[in-house]
């Protein structure tokens, strides 16, 4: 396979976006026309130059060179920085390119200034400039973590007093009735209005000082 200096790859790299990827392909077709365009207006200037017609044979051999001087610039300042995701300085390239190819080549200036409009999607709010080999990685979602909540306070259990009966000291002394047992004491707490045996000093629920 024959390989043209200075001409582009077809096909840029996977990553591109489609407004870019068509774009690019656009720019490659207009980098075939000017290559096209300087051989066909060389051959015509040397043409003119011979039968004669020297004004038009020095316009078309000029033409002919920026044409030529267009498609060798073209994979520096269009296609490099396209690969590598400066789609605004490509765009501003195939601009000028586009308008110095209209004037001296016509069928190129089209070809660029198609291409320049096709890149023109790629700064819509969907897409963004990048640079090669990175990617922007959304933070992953974590899970908020939930501690367990205090179990409900159990108020401690009622303390009974039991007594137990004295031993009888004489068989024929009758056996006392057993007394029935006590309740302690309750204080209500103020504060939460939660109820506590009288002997303790704070809340066990709040914590607050008995009154």
């Avoid at 490099?80 to 300085?89: C, I, K, L, N, S």
């Avoid at 009622?158 to 004489?170: M, W």
Wanted: with cysteine; proline share 12%; glycine share 6%.
């Amino acid at each position: 396979m024959v390989t043209i200096p200075y001409l582009a790859k077809n096909a840029g790299p996977e990553w591109l976006p489609l407004a870019a990827a068509q774009g690019r392909e656009s720019a490659f077709w207009g980098q075939v026309a000017l290559l096209l365009m300087a051989a066909v207006l060389l051959i015509a200037g040397v043409a003119s130059m011979m039968a004669g017609e020297y004004s038009i044979g020095v316009y078309t051999i000029i033409a002919s060179v920026v044409n030529l001087i267009l498609y060798a610039m073209m994979p520096s300042t269009v296609f490099a920085p396209m690969d590598q995701g400066r789609f605004r300085e490509a765009s501003d390239r195939l601009l000028i390119w586009g308008v110095l190819a209209l004037l001296f080549g016509i069928v190129g200036g089209i070809a660029l200034l198609i291409a320049y409009i096709r890149l023109q999607d790629v700064f819509q709010p969907q897409y963004q400039q990048y640079p090669p080999g990175q990617y922007y990685e959304h933070p992953r979602y974590q899970q908020p973590r939930y501690q367990p909540a205090p179990p409900p306070y159990q108020a401690p259990p009622k303390v009974e007093e039991e007594i137990v009966p004295a031993e009888v000291e004489e068989a024929s002394q009758p056996e006392p009735e057993p007394e029935p047992p006590r309740k302690a004491e309750m204080t209500r707490c103020r504060n939460c209005g939660a109820q506590y045996p009288s002997f303790m000093r704070n809340c066990p629920n709040c914590g607050a000082p008995r009154s």
